[in-house]
């Protein structure tokens, strides 16, 4: 996960994984241990296709959310899977 400054240490340190879903997209999966609303979004490398996001999703405290993307299919597949996220 990528440092924001202003992001408390329990959601830097919130449960992120990458993600295979029923639909075969990778994505991040991620569960918000704190006490605010926060909405994130998958941010996923794809080799030597272009970089993408998911789409932004917003999650209450306690509840816990997925985000996925599609690299385009002439690329070498997914590299990496991280987050982008806000406090709402």
């Given at each position: 996960m990528a440092?924001?400054?202003?992001?408390?240490?329990?959601?830097?340190q919130a449960e992120v994984r990458?993600?295979?879903?029923?639909?075969g997209l990778p994505g991040a999966l991620?569960?918000?241990h704190t006490g605010q609303t926060w909405r994130f979004r998958a941010v996923i490398t794809?080799?030597?296709a272009p970089?993408?996001?998911?789409?932004?999703?917003?999650?209450?405290?306690?509840?816990?959310?997925?985000?996925?993307?599609?690299c385009g299919r002439l690329g070498t597949g997914v590299?990496?899977?991280?987050?982008?996220?806000?406090?709402?």
């Open positions: 440092a924001v400054p202003d992001v408390p240490a329990a959601v830097r990458r993600i295979t879903g029923l639909s991620c569960s918000n794809c080799g030597w970089d993408v996001v998911g789409e932004w999703v917003t999650i209450g405290p306690g509840r816990t959310g997925q985000s996925q993307g599609v590299g990496a899977v991280g987050v982008d996220e806000r406090r709402v």
